[in-house]
């Protein structure tokens, strides 16, 4: 109780909430909460080399963990730059608090040096947005936005601290971590939803949405098993359930195998757990379409304000994945499941799509991520960024433990290194890689200095195919042979990658890539791997000239 700097009073707070990791890019604007850090081992400062790097740290760690990661930036600049992660972790509804440094207040409104109104800035992508006047009230704030980071919908709160507010002194409690209990589904409700499936020829459950824990996910998997349902997931979001599990028939999204888009068409009954149903996982829209009145959409999530707001439904639950997912595993399975063979042609569909095909050029890639699967633990962490080359990973890799796909269904790029990092960092004894485009990598590639700085044991993958892939594949559709702005002049990733002081090596034909990810997993530090993929191979299923990839039926 006894009198503390604001900087001090919010480090306290960070602690009794459970905070043992911050990450940041240091600013003058917060001095008095890093002198705070100096005197507080128990709380780990991840030094970041741009703040768009550092918000994604925290994304990645809130999408892990289910905790609130947390970011500390300055102001303007610092802000500006950590927005994409606010961005990132509003859409993909991940627990996330950003402090942001601010000018003294008697300054504010002044246009002050780096002076921003983070009210009107960050309000479309915020939960909520607040700036402390008094330091006393700042542990009941961190409190507060760590409670509402949690709350159904989960997602990032931005705390504003004026820098002489931190520099203040007051005295006053500290509260510690509080339990959150989700929303359980009503006896009705699962009355009624047991009643659907059993009317049901053709039934389909998509999983996705975030704050899934392993015991919900056990759940889920249980229920499923139990009245043999066919089960897919939205867009990277596939490690909700066991991909080599009979019931799993593949996934949702951008590079999903158009047999299970048709199937999503012709479900007569879609359980949609955790999950938006937002525009990637049903193909802008068009997959499930509100004027086909013999379906029926079961639709569950834990806020009652997302129910309705895109998808009409039969039944709208607001309830949590894992309560739900406990609830629907409690109940007896339906008598008769005349889905059956509904169920096996879709798992016989999706094992014949993850069968690699050939590809233009001397690396075939798909064969490359499954040399990649024999190789790593089940529990190895992918993290992924944006771009066609994502495709690979999320088509041919068979994610069978929690928390093992590491990305973002708002397909921003430069995520993949920096997610990387967080997820060593949240998991040290687990096995992480990490892919990129060589677009993708230069966006956040410099956090490879803070992998090499914390000695981090991480695989990053540059797929190099000299362009920005995904828009030079959509200029070719719609402007043929009218190609701008999407060419790259790149470096020599491999050696960038030991300008660094990590391993680099560079992979150009599909028997060299085996030897080379063996040296990179053997080694102590991070290593680089630089893909050379051939331009014509632009996605898993399409040449850039037009031709059909699809799937080998070999």
């Known amino acids: 109780m006894s009198d503390k700097t604001g900087g001090q009073l919010a480090v306290e707070s960070l602690k009794a909430l459970g905070v043992r990791r911050v990450f940041c890019v240091p600013g003058e604007s917060f001095l008095p909460i890093l002198d705070a850090l100096y005197d507080s081992p128990e709380i780990e400062p991840i030094v970041c080399r741009q703040e768009g790097g550092a918000a994604y740290m925290a994304e990645a760690h809130g999408k892990l963990t289910g905790e609130p990661g947390v970011c500390l930036v300055s102001r303007g600049p610092g802000a500006t730059n950590a927005s994409i992660g606010v961005h990132a972790a509003f859409f993909d509804a991940t627990p996330m608090v950003l402090l942001v440094g601010q000018v003294r207040q008697d300054t504010l409104g002044r246009e002050a040096f780096q002076e921003m109104d983070f009210g009107r800035f960050f309000a479309p992508i915020a939960k909520t947005i607040e700036t402390l006047h008094d330091p006393a009230r700042i542990p009941e704030a961190l409190f507060r936005a760590f409670s509402i980071a949690r709350a159904p919908r989960p997602g990032p709160v931005v705390l504003v601290l004026p820098e002489d507010v931190l520099r203040m002194r007051a005295g006053g409690p500290i509260f510690p971590q509080a339990k959150q209990s989700e929303a359980w589904p009503s006896k009705e409700d699962l009355n009624t939803l047991m009643g659907l499936l059993s009317a049901a020829k053709k039934p389909l459950v998509v999983l996705g949405g975030s704050g899934w824990t392993e015991e919900g996910r056990d759940a889920i998997e249980h229920f ?331």
């Not at 479900?267 to 757990?273: G, I």
């Not at 590809?359 to 992918?382: S, V, W, Y």
């Open 224 to 554: 499923a098993e139990a009245n043999g349902l066919p089960v897919t997931t939205s867009f990277v979001r596939q490690s909700l359930f066991d991909n080599t599990h009979p019931d799993y028939v593949g996934p949702l999204g951008v590079w999903a195998d158009p047999r299970l888009k048709n199937a999503l068409k012709e479900a007569d009954l879609v359980l949609a757990l955790g999950t938006r149903l937002g525009d990637a996982t049903t193909d802008t829209y068009q997959l499930l379409k509100p004027q086909n009145t013999a379906r029926t959409l079961v639709h569950v999530y834990p806020d009652a304000k997302e129910l309705g707001k895109v998808w009409p439904f039969r039944l709208g639950i607001p309830a949590g994945p894992n309560a739900t997912a406990a609830a629907l595993a409690g109940l007896p399975a339906v008598p008769a499941r005349p889905w059956e063979g509904w169920c096996k042609e879709l798992r016989k569909q999706y094992l014949e799509d993850i069968q690699p095909p050939p590809m233009p050029g001397r690396l075939n890639l798909a064969e490359a991520i499954k040399t990649l699967q024999a190789t790593l633990e089940p529990d190895a962490i992918l993290a992924i960024g944006a771009g066609n080359f994502m495709g690979w990973p999320i088509r041919f890799y068979q994610y069978q433990k929690p928390h093992t796909q590491l990305s973002l269904t708002v397909g921003a790029m430069g995520y993949s290194v920096p997610a990387a990092v967080a997820a060593k960092l949240c998991y040290p004894k687990r096995q992480v890689v990490a892919f990129a485009g060589d677009g993708c990598f230069l966006m956040n590639g410099q956090e490879l200095a803070t992998a090499k700085r914390h000695g981090l044991k991480i695989v990053f993958f540059v797929v190099n195919n000299g362009m920005y892939g995904t828009i030079r594949m959509h200029q070719e559709r719609h402007y043929p042979g009218r190609v701008i702005a999407t060419d790259l002049t790149n470096p020599d990733f491999a050696r960038l990658a030991q300008a660094y002081g990590a391993l680099g090596f560079r992979v150009g034909r599909t028997e060299e890539f085996a030897p080379a990810l063996e040296c990179a997993l053997s080694t102590n530090g991070p290593a680089l791997i630089e893909l050379m993929l051939e331009p014509e191979a632009i996605s898993t299923r399409e040449t850039l000239k037009g031709g059909s990839m699809p799937y080998s039926l070999a």
